[in-house]
């Protein structure tokens, strides 16, 4: 599509030869490459305005401080949060989530609760919660999936329940690709009283996102899946959530007062951001959200949904090749095609695609409870985003047809 | 480095045909080897007698190089002294982590050369070495 190639010259990397040639990258749900805009925010910050901010009445630190809560800002209005204040800057949605696993969960999840997630949740939207549920005495449910991988109406309908605290969702599962009507989930777990969190770590780079339609109570995203530099994150919470919560990290810059033995916190988003933050990082996604806004979510699931649609019907092709998730009996499949190879495993695939120079994920990809469901030790996953092109799926596609005959197997 | 360095027509046997994946009846120890983030396991069974690895034999998932590694150690250690097999097994994984080179010096591994082209592929590594290090774990307290 004329699209992608427009947006790849942005892509230093995706310029450079590897190995002899430029790399098919279609490992964006592990992470997302990133554009000269916003690595250049970085060198900006850097080079021009570093300093801590929150800390000195000089000049630097009033920018770099500016430049900190501009991004609270900005990120604010990407999600359609409420207030600035809702947005609480991570390292990355794993701290996030245990931001709220440890800061709401464990003040508010008591001996006999449930808490409800999914089968498809990645690690870090379930391991938090079993720490939750052990530390309390709660019990962790789960809502299995439909034969087509999309989450089971009938469990949702009935393991939220009267007992439910917390139901924590992916939006988009990182695995299978599909996209959960969260906003119905969200509903559901409000009837019976409980809070909603919601995973975004691989929508809120591929689809307009609005927290406040959404309903959420808490909303988790990394920046590193949606073009900006690893290293930071973002939760977003309601702001009366937020301000009765203890604070998870504790240090510099997240006290009002501090006595010997004693100490009272600042406001929110203070209140959650110990210690020196990360500005440039900030910097950098509030470039990454002015690529994506200029672009629009529009032309970007046009490009990914041109992708998927290109290269499914030359997967289904190929007899040795097996698919999960792709084929949802809704309008919800995203760029995330996870396949396995006949006879082969996902590793020795990887190597494989990697020696044509095409970069996919195998493994768990950080979902095992996932893969047990589905009965697979590992897959092979295979992720899109804006700068990917056909000829990257026909790249993908020609190396998958070599690698039943490198370990000596027949077509 | 070409493909066929590593996926070798060796390791392409023992990985699809290999001889020693089954249970062993007479097995005197066994051990669990895994490489989570992966998902290969493998269960070694050795049968131990008089400071002698009788018997190898494995069960379990993983890659081509993980299944292929294990089923080569079986058949190398097999009737070798306790002291022996672990001294291969730490020479393999000395070879694939690239501090042993010397070709003399390696020879006793045998068909385990065919291994060696692993040691450029960093993200592979662990799945050569699975086996290797699971076995140096089950004869610690071998006699």
């Not at chain 1, 789960?142 to 989450?151: A, H, Q, R, S, V």
């Not at chain 1, 949702?156 to 119905?184: F, H, M, P, Y």
């Amino acid at each position: 599509m004329a699209d992608a190639q427009e947006f790849l010259k942005d892509f230093p990397l995706l310029n450079h030869n590897i190995n002899g040639r430029k790399v098919a990258y279609l490992d964006n749900g592990a992470t997302t490459q990133k554009p000269e805009q916003m690595i250049q925010a970085i060198c900006g910050y850097y080079g021009g305005c570093n300093a801590n901010p929150h800390r000195g009445a000089y000049a630097l630190s009033i920018k770099a401080t500016d430049i900190y809560e501009g991004a609270r800002k900005r990120t604010a209005e990407f999600i359609k949060a409420g207030r600035p204040q809702e947005i609480i800057f991570t390292k990355n949605a794993t701290e996030a989530l245990n931001l709220v696993a440890y800061s709401y969960g464990l003040h508010n999840v008591n001996a006999g609760d449930e808490i409800v997630i999914s089968i498809s949740e990645h690690h870090s939207n379930c391991v938090p919660w079993q720490m939750v549920a052990k530390a309390k005495g709660a019990t962790l449910k789960y809502i299995y999936l439909e034969k087509d991988g999309n989450l089971s109406a009938e469990d949702i309908e009935t393991k939220i329940t009267e007992r439910t605290k917390i139901v924590a969702v992916t939006q988009v599962s990182n695995v299978l690709g599909l996209k959960n009507d969260v906003k119905a989930i969200v509903k559901k777990a409000h009837s019976v009283g409980a809070v909603c969190v919601v995973d975004g770590s691989q929508s809120v780079a591929h689809m307009a996102v609005d927290v406040s339609d959404l309903d959420c109570d808490f909303f988790a995203f990394s920046g590193h899946k949606m073009l900006s530099p690893m290293g930071i994150g973002v939760l977003y919470g309601k702001y009366e959530l937020l301000d009765a919560m203890e604070p998870f990290l504790r240090g510099g810059d997240m006290i009002e007062y501090v006595e010997e033995q004693d100490a009272t916190w600042a406001e929110v988003p203070a209140k959650f951001e110990a210690g020196t933050q990360n500005v440039g990082g900030a910097a950098g996604l509030v470039a990454a959200i002015d690529y994506l806004e200029k672009i629009g979510f529009d032309r970007i699931e046009a490009i990914e949904a041109d992708l998927l649609n290109y290269a499914l019907p030359k997967l289904r092709e190929l007899p040795f090749i097996e698919l999960y998730g792709c084929d949802s009996t809704q309008d919800n499949k995203t760029g995330i095609i996870a396949f396995n190879v006949k006879d082969v495993h996902p590793h020795d695939v990887a190597s494989i695609l990697d020696n044509d120079g095409v970069a996919v994920r195998a493994g768990h990809h950080c979902a095992q409870p996932l893969h047990r469901y589905l009965g697979q030790n590992a897959t092979c996953r295979a992720s899109f985003y804006l700068y990917n092109t056909r000829e990257d799926i026909d790249r993908w596609i020609e190396s998958l047809k070599k690698v039943r005959g490198v370990l000596g197997y027949g077509a | 480095m070409a493909l066929d360095d590593v996926y070798t027509e060796v390791l392409g046997e023992h990985s699809r045909n290999p001889d020693h994946k089954h249970k062993l009846s007479c097995a005197t120890c066994q051990m669990k080897g895994k490489n989570p983030s992966c998902g290969d396991e493998i269960t070694i069974e050795l049968q131990v007698e008089g400071g002698v690895v009788k018997e190898a034999a494995f069960t379990g998932i993983g890659c081509a190089i993980s299944q292929a590694s294990t089923d080569i150690m079986a058949e190398l250690i097999r009737g070798k002294s306790v002291e022996d097999a672990r001294r291969l097994a730490n020479k393999f994984i000395s070879m694939i982590k690239g501090e042993l080179v010397d070709e003399d010096e390696l020879e006793e591994l045998d068909e385990a050369l065919a291994l060696k082209n692993v040691a450029h592929m960093p993200a592979r590594v662990k799945c050569a070495v699975l086996a290797w290090h699971t076995l140096d774990d089950a004869l610690k307290d071998q006699k």
